[in-house]
């Protein structure tokens, strides 16, 4: 199940950051982060698994649930808390199969129509987006904007709905209002490395005031 106290879902990225997953997860939790996904295109399956396991000993020691991005088998080898997949990666009905009832599961969506058919799959929670224009994704999605959220909102009902994309302390609380229950959130917090813990304060301290 996707926690229902959680407005902030940071993801982290090595690249962008230049830190390990694991520190990110560090610094991060400091700011009061306690969902994160760990999510990794480059390294290869060896390196991200060492990354994941230390990643994983700071989350455990910290109280953070870790989900892992697209890599169903890596989460299932280190006992992550869930997977989130997407459009073309394995099955959310199958990662369900093999994680169990108690794992999280969410699936990514661009449109109204592909999270109408995700809200009818056992998955914990819906991401849509690109909400807004991003620099994280090679080839990303057509942009789905404000409008388009509240769209996606109307036609899925109440399952967990998480904005991603291009999503900054600035028009963070806009996405809530529009309704997400949380907003997923890269470059924003781990572009400046030095600025992780502040920004995930301030990303959270500003999330707190949308009713």
């Not at 892992?68 to 199958?94: S, T, Y």
């Not at 991401?127 to 388009?148: C, H, Q």
Request: aromatic share 4%; net charge negative; charged share 20%.
């Amino acid at each position: 199940m996707f926690p229902d106290d959680v407005r902030l879902y940071p993801l982290t990225d090595v690249r962008l950051s230049g830190l390990s997953h694991a520190e990110q997860v560090a610094r991060l939790s400091d700011g009061g982060a306690r969902l994160i996904q760990l999510r990794e295109k480059y390294l290869s399956p060896r390196e991200f698994y060492d990354q994941a396991i230390e990643a994983m000993r700071v989350a455990r020691s910290r109280g953070v649930r870790i989900i892992i991005n697209d890599r169903v088998d890596l989460a299932m080898a280190i006992e992550a808390d869930g997977v989130h997949v997407g459009q073309n990666d394995f099955p959310p009905q199958a990662a369900r199969r093999l994680l169990g009832d108690g794992a999280i599961i969410g699936f990514s969506t661009h449109n109204v129509e592909q999270a109408v058919e995700a809200a009818k799959m056992n998955v914990d929670y819906i991401a849509i987006g690109p909400i807004f224009s991003t620099s994280t994704k090679d080839n990303p999605d057509p942009i789905v904007g404000l409008a388009g959220l509240k769209r996606v909102r109307e036609a899925v009902g109440k399952i967990p709905l998480v904005a991603i994309g291009g999503i900054t302390s600035e028009n963070a609380s806009q996405v809530i209002e529009a309704g997400a229950d949380a907003v997923a959130v890269v470059s924003a917090l781990v572009l400046s490395p030095g600025e992780i813990t502040a920004q995930t304060k301030r990303f959270i301290s500003q999330l707190s005031l949308v009713n």
